[in-house]
C-alpha cells in the first residue's frame, strides 16, 4: 500500500487568490490523480499527473485554473488559480503503484471567500 | 465507460452481513470492477476488486454475474465502524476513477 500526506489539510483563501494544495507519497507511484468533492456529493476526477509528462485533464478542467506539476515520483502539486467561491470543495490525491488498486490522502478542505 | 447503478441507501445492525449489489449493463471487456468506500471526513479506501467469478479478501467478497452485468458486494459481520458512502466502479485498469452516487450504508448498534 502507499501513504499520501497532503499538505495543508485546509486552507481559507479570498477570492481571485491562487493557492497550492501538495502531496506527497511514501514511496514512488506511477500515477498521481486529483480529484475534487463538494460537500454530500462524489468525487469527481480532475486530472491524471504521470512523471515527466504534462497532466492530462478531464472535462470541466483546465491547466489554466488547475495547473498541476509532477516533477518526481512521489510528488504532485495542485494550484487552483483565481480562487472562486465555487472551488470551495475537497482536494484528494491519490496514487496507484504497479497494483490495481489507488490510495488516496486525507483530502484538503478548502474555503474561498 | 460503463455507468453503475447502485441502491442509495441501506440499513443494517452490527454483526448482520450486507450485500450492495451494483448493475452494470454495459460493462466492456476491457473493464474490471472496483469497490471503495468513503467514510466522513475521509478520502476514499479501497476494498475489493474483480473481473469476474467470485473474489474474497479479508474485508469483504464480491461475487460477479457470469454475463458481469451485476456485482454483489458482501461485508459479514458490519460494524458501526462499516459505516460508510459504498462506491461501485467500473473501469479499465490503471484509470481514474469515475465515481457515481454511491450506496450509504448506516449500522445501527
Known amino acids: 500500500s502507499v501513504l499520501l500526506y497532503q499538505k495543508p489539510n485546509r486552507d481559507i483563501c479570498q477570492s481571485g487568490t491562487s493557492l497550492k494544495i501538495q502531496c506527497v507519497a511514501d514511496?514512488?507511484?506511477?500515477?498521481m490523480f486529483w480529484y475534487q468533492q463538494f460537500q454530500e456529493q462524489s468525487l469527481m476526477l480532475m486530472a491524471t499527473?504521470?512523471?515527466?509528462?504534462?497532466?492530462?485533464?478531464e472535462s470541466g478542467f483546465t491547466k489554466d485554473k488547475f495547473p498541476i506539476s509532477r516533477p518526481n515520483l512521489t510528488f504532485s502539486t495542485l494550484t487552483v488559480n483565481n480562487a472562486r467561491p465555487g472551488d470551495s470543495s475537497i482536494y484528494f490525491c491519490?496514487?496507484?503503484?504497479?497494483?490495481?488498486?489507488?490510495?488516496f490522502g486525507p483530502g484538503t478542505r478548502l474555503t474561498v471567500l | 465507460l460503463a455507468k453503475t447503478t447502485q441502491p442509495p441507501s441501506m440499513e443494517a445492525y452490527e454483526g448482520q452481513e450486507v450485500n450492495v449489489s451494483c448493475s452494470h449493463t454495459?460493462?466492456?471487456?476491457?473493464?474490471?470492477i472496483y469497490w471503495y468506500r468513503q467514510v466522513p471526513h475521509q478520502g476514499p479506501q479501497f476494498i475489493i476488486q474483480?473481473?469476474?467469478d467470485y473474489v474474497v479478501n479479508e474485508v469483504a467478497s464480491l461475487f460477479i454475474s457470469a454475463d458481469r452485468k451485476l456485482s454483489t458486494l458482501s461485508l459479514p459481520w458490519v460494524s458501526l465502524r462499516d459505516a460508510a458512502v459504498y462506491y461501485c466502479?467500473?473501469?479499465?485498469?490503471?484509470?481514474?476513477?469515475?465515481f457515481g452516487l454511491g450506496t450509504r450504508v448506516s449500522v445501527f448498534p
Open positions: 466502479i467500473v473501469t479499465p485498469q490503471a484509470q481514474g476513477l469515475t
Open positions: 491519490s496514487s496507484r503503484t504497479g497494483g490495481y488498486e489507488q490510495y
Open positions: 514511496s514512488q507511484v506511477v500515477s
Open positions: 454495459n460493462i466492456a471487456t476491457s473493464e474490471y
Open positions: 474483480g473481473y469476474k
Open positions: 499527473a504521470n512523471e515527466g509528462s504534462e497532466a492530462t485533464y
